[in-house]
């Protein structure tokens, strides 16, 4: 069965980055893009990304423009969402979720969520 | 940037049909889809393409969009469809949310 599973638990101060890793098996990991998607505490879902694991292509969210790096490992089925820069206001639950397919672009699986708090 | 709209709260009875509304300019051109987000866990996909059910989603979650607005509509709606709903859609390559809807189901 498809799944995804993330990297844990983040704690950074501001000003570093963070990297996390969403590990895909079950399906040919090429063949479907995946989304990064956070959610601040008590707030809604915010689409931060998304990335071909096929070639690395990537398109990010114009509020995110400069600061995530979104990469694909495809000899570990891995990819990886890097947010650098980090404030107060990136303290969040980041998931990473896979595309249904063909030319559907809804997120049907998805990992199990990393939460990442900044604070100095 | 492009937004979609939608209500922070909706109230419904058990057994009764519960609409929720998603908002945006020229929405019909876009094809939508709605995730379930129950306190503590991933959210879930239940519609797509307007108005497909993926695999294991029960016939009572439906869509439509029309114009502006989209909606989803579940039917019979049962305690356990108490959760926070999002719509999203794609803007020039950019994946957008709406605000979430809380389904209040008492």
């Known amino acids: 069965q498809v799944q995804l599973v993330q990297s844990g638990a983040e704690v950074k101060r501001p000003g570093a980055s963070v990297k996390i890793s969403c590990e895909a098996s079950?399906?040919?990991?090429?063949?479907?893009?995946i989304d990064w998607v956070r959610q601040a505490p008590g707030q809604g879902l915010e689409w931060m990304g998304i990335?071909?694991?096929?070639?690395?292509?990537?398109s990010y969210a114009q509020k995110f423009q400069g600061r995530v790096t979104m990469t694909r490992d495809a000899s570990t089925n891995t990819v990886y969402m890097e947010l650098s820069s980090l404030r107060s206001e990136d303290t969040a639950v980041y998931y990473c979720?896979?595309?249904?397919?063909?030319?559907?672009?809804?997120?049907?699986?998805w990992g199990q969520g990393t939460r990442v708090t900044v604070s100095s | 940037s492009y937004e979609l709209t939608q209500p922070p709260s909706v109230s419904v009875s058990p057994g009764q049909t519960a609409s929720i509304t998603c908002s945006g300019n020229k929405l019909e051109d876009k094809y939508v889809c709605w995730y379930q987000q129950k306190p503590g866990q991933s959210p879930v996909l239940v519609v797509y393409q307007d108005s497909k059910r993926p695999s294991g989603i029960p016939e009572r979650f439906s869509g439509s969009n029309s114009g502006s607005t989209a909606t989803l509509t579940i039917s019979g709606t049962q305690v356990m469809d108490e959760a926070d709903y999002y719509c999203?859609?794609?803007?020039?390559?950019?994946?957008?949310f709406g605000g979430g809807t809380k389904l209040t189901v008492l």
């Open positions: 990335i071909d694991p096929s070639g690395g292509t990537t």
């Open positions: 079950g399906y040919t990991f090429t063949s479907y893009f």
């Open positions: 999203q859609a794609w803007d020039i390559n950019t994946g957008v």
């Open positions: 979720a896979r595309v249904i397919g063909g030319a559907d672009t809804a997120m049907l699986f």
